[in-house]
């Protein structure tokens, strides 16, 4: 089974300031590794992924992401947060295609505001 | 791609209806996932088509609810005699098969029961 951990609810951020949302998550199986962006009543956006080879990915609008297997965790950073960035972001784990369908396993969301 | 497209984007219904949602695929994509979405909550796994077989369905996805892609196209999820506690945004994402491919979401159905 797999579960995701997103810790803190609610993250508020100064305009360009550093963001970081973090994400701990729990697989028995090499996991792959998403982020997902969510902006009121729309659905979710990929913003990045880790499958396999370098555990620094870069993804759209800034963001990247570091998967360190020995902390479990894959933790979201962009360096200087945009006024557009005030969303929910969803962190989620699948099985590797050889293991299962990728169905995707999400964490409860954490809430980004943006102070001006 | 013209995207993953949900009809209806809002369905309100008095408990005990009926209701039916379809989703519209990204063209070529094989595989088709519907999930649902509570409020403050993340989304979660209720069934998956490969094609047109529907290769698994989850714990979650009680006798009241039925999921079908006739020709590996579109795909319809039909809640019978809906209760208060399937209010929620219903999200369809679809994607092709092969590795590293990621899943395209729609917009969703938000279902809201009276």
Request: charged share 20%; glycine share 8%.
């Amino acid at each position: 089974a797999q579960s995701v951990t997103q810790l803190g609810s609610h993250v508020s951020v100064s305009e360009g300031a550093l963001v970081l949302l973090r994400c701990n998550y729990s697989s028995s199986v090499p996991p792959y590794l998403f982020w997902y962006v969510q902006y009121p009543n729309q659905g979710l956006q990929l913003l990045l992924k880790y499958t396999t080879g370098a555990t620094l990915v870069k993804g759209i609008n800034g963001f990247e992401a570091e998967f360190k297997k020995s902390e479990t965790s894959f933790h979201l950073t962009k360096p200087s947060a945009h006024m557009s960035d005030a969303a929910e972001y969803f962190c989620a784990v699948s099985e590797p295609p050889d293991f299962g369908n990728e169905k995707l396993t999400f964490g409860t969301g954490t809430r980004l505001t943006i102070i001006p | 791609d013209t995207g993953v497209s949900q009809d209806p984007r809002h369905k309100i219904t008095k408990r005990g209806q009926n209701v039916t949602f379809r989703c519209d695929p990204i063209s070529e994509h094989n595989r088709l996932y519907w999930y649902r979405q509570t409020l403050g909550q993340g989304p979660e796994f209720l069934t998956y088509f490969q094609n047109e077989a529907q290769l698994e369905k989850s714990r979650l996805l009680s006798d009241r609810f039925s999921a079908e892609r006739p020709k590996g196209s579109f795909s319809t999820l039909e809640i019978q005699r809906t209760e208060q506690g399937d209010s929620a945004m219903y999200l369809c994402a679809s994607s092709r098969l092969g590795l590293n491919q990621p899943q395209h979401f729609g917009d969703g159905t938000r279902l809201s029961i009276l």
